[in-house]
């Protein structure tokens, strides 16, 4: 059984070996920050209140971090996706939004299929020029539909 909770300090190291992991098996995927980075970057975001994680049998499956409408990663860890662990985290965070925009990877494939799945619209298309890995992305976006 998979339970939602909010993130604490202590699954900072959980959350960061998650990023690490995508970027590590992920061949278009540059590593630009060590595995240290990520891990302050997990705890960055958990101190800012942004995360929620999926934890199976204690451990944390898969993380979802959010600021307002942005979202801002959602991440599965390789042995637990396909198993519905990313459509709960992000079922959770549309449970409480109008609106939700978030950045995904030109050359990321299953993500983008996940995010029209789940009812998101396509808004733009950059040649990543703005990004840290400089990697051509897309902007998505999903709105309630009213009732």
Known sequence: MIALRRARAT?????GAILSEFVDTTDWMPRIHTRAEDLAHAG????????TVAELE?????????DGKDLDALYVSAAMRG???GSQLL????????????WT???NMLAQSFYLKHGFIELRRTDGADND??????RYQWKREAA
């Open 133 to 138: 890995e400089r990697l051509p992305d897309i």
């Open 83 to 85: 198993q519905g662990i």
């Open 44 to 51: 960055a975001l958990i101190a800012r209140g942004w995360v």
């Open 58 to 66: 204690g451990a944390v499956a898969g993380f979802a971090a959010q």
């Open 11 to 15: 699954d900072a190291g959980a959350v």
């Open 105 to 107: 990877f030109q050359a």
């Open 91 to 102: 079922n959770r965070i549309k449970s409480g939004c109008e609106v939700i925009e978030l």
